[in-house]
C-alpha cells in the first residue's frame, strides 16, 4: 500500500527548532512534486511549503528564512527544517506528494509552539 507517513512533530518552546520527515512507502515508481501545509484549529489548511518537480520551491511569507524543505531521492524522503519558531506555527502539519502519478496526503503530525 502506497503512503506517506510523518513523524518529528511535538511540543517546542518559542524560538526553538523541529525536523519533521515524511517517508513515501510502497510500490514507488515515481515521487514528484512534494511539499508541507499545515492546519491550525479553525482555519483553513495553508500551504507551508512546494518542491515542485520542475520549478523553484515556493515557501509561504510567514516562514521564509526559517523553514527548509529538503527531499533524499534516494530514500523517498521529504523533511521541513523549521526553526526559530513561534506560538502561531502550532498547526497539524502535512506531507503532499504524487507517488506514481498519484496525488498523496499524509496522515499529519501535530506541532505545538508555547510561549
Known amino acids: 500500500q502506497v503512503q506517506l507517513v510523518e513523524s518529528g512533530g511535538g511540543v517546542v518552546q518559542a524560538g526553538g527548532s523541529l525536523r519533521l520527515s515524511c517517508a513515501a512507502s510502497?510500490?514507488?515508481?515515481?515521487?514528484?512534486?512534494v511539499g508541507w501545509y499545515r492546519q491550525a484549529p479553525g482555519k483553513r489548511r495553508e500551504l507551508v511549503a512546494s518542491m515542485p518537480r520542475d520549478a523553484d520551491i515556493i515557501y509561504a511569507d510567514s516562514v521564509k528564512g526559517r523553514f527548509t524543505i529538503s527531499r533524499d531521492n534516494a530514500k523517498n524522503t521529504v523533511s521541513l527544517q523549521m526553526s526559530s519558531l513561534r506560538p502561531e506555527d502550532t498547526a497539524v502539519y502535512y506531507c503532499t506528494g504524487y507517488i506514481n502519478l498519484r496525488e498523496r496526503w499524509g496522515r499529519g503530525t501535530q506541532v505545538t509552539v508555547s510561549t
Open positions: 510502497g510500490s514507488i515508481f515515481s515521487f514528484s512534486d
